[in-house]
């Protein structure tokens, strides 16, 4: 986990001094409060984010085992248990991990929901046919961050891994951009490109499958699908 340095009063006046290292963990739905403002995402929405994973899905055939890391409140952990995968949900939230066990035994859907770290899997090698990550990356605002966790993705995956990222390619990513550009608040969502996320995965012998989005020069969000390179092993 990163560590917050104290800055001494000299360090304080010192215009160059160096960033506090950011910790996504930051953002972790442990209060319950942020897990439910989740949890009722506005239905259309959930509806079409979902619809854009169970397209993805339709491409890969002979599918069993799903990661989905990190699975916040459960929403796609709940939808792939549905569609008869076997589904291990994965978040370091404790009001996200409660919220998504609650609406499984609601459901009465048998998957397994658990505590753990994207950064070190307590997985073995190739233990899941895929791994999903869905709305995650672009919280992630270095390249060092991104590829230690895509590195542990394709560690525990045996063919595939689904990646949602935000593309700067589109009408409401250049918005966005333009409005900081004069003088907006920052954005917290990051966007990467597809080629920047697919040298990612290249490095850990996965390469690009295909790539999803509702509309794609409209909506930022989409859904690349990386598969493992047959003479790379797990």
Do not use: W
């Not at 972790?28 to 409060?33: C, F, L, N, P």
């Not at 542990?152 to 595939?160: F, M």
């Amino acid at each position: 986990m990163a560590k917050t340095t104290m800055l001494t009063n000299q360090d304080a006046l010192t215009t160059d001094a160096a960033p506090e290292p950011f910790d996504y963990r930051q953002r972790i739905k442990h209060a319950s409060e942020r897990a439910e403002k989740y949890q009722h995402r506005k239905a259309r929405k959930h509806q079409a984010e979902m619809q854009l994973i169970e397209r993805a899905l339709q491409t890969l055939p002979l599918l069993h085992s799903v990661l989905d890391a990190p699975c916040g409140v459960g929403r796609a952990s709940l939808m792939l248990a549905e569609k008869g995968f076997d589904v291990t949900g994965i978040d370091l939230g404790n009001a996200a991990l409660l919220a998504a066990r609650t609406a499984a035994a609601e459901a009465q859907l048998d998957l397994v929901i658990e505590r753990a770290d994207l950064e070190q899997l307590p997985y073995d090698n190739a233990s899941f046919d895929a791994c999903l990550c869905f709305r995650f990356i672009h919280h992630l605002p270095t390249d060092e961050l991104r590829e230690r966790i895509i590195g542990e993705l394709c560690r525990v995956s045996q063919e595939y891994v689904l990646i949602s990222y935000l593309s700067p390619l589109s009408v409401t990513s250049l918005r966005r951009t333009l409005a900081e550009q004069l003088g907006g608040k920052p954005s917290i969502q990051h966007r990467t490109s597809l080629g920047t996320l697919t040298r990612h995965f290249e490095r850990h012998g996965f390469s690009l499958h295909q790539d999803l989005a509702q509309l794609p020069l409209l909506h930022s969000l989409h859904l690349a699908i990386f598969k493992r390179e047959r003479n790379h092993a797990c």
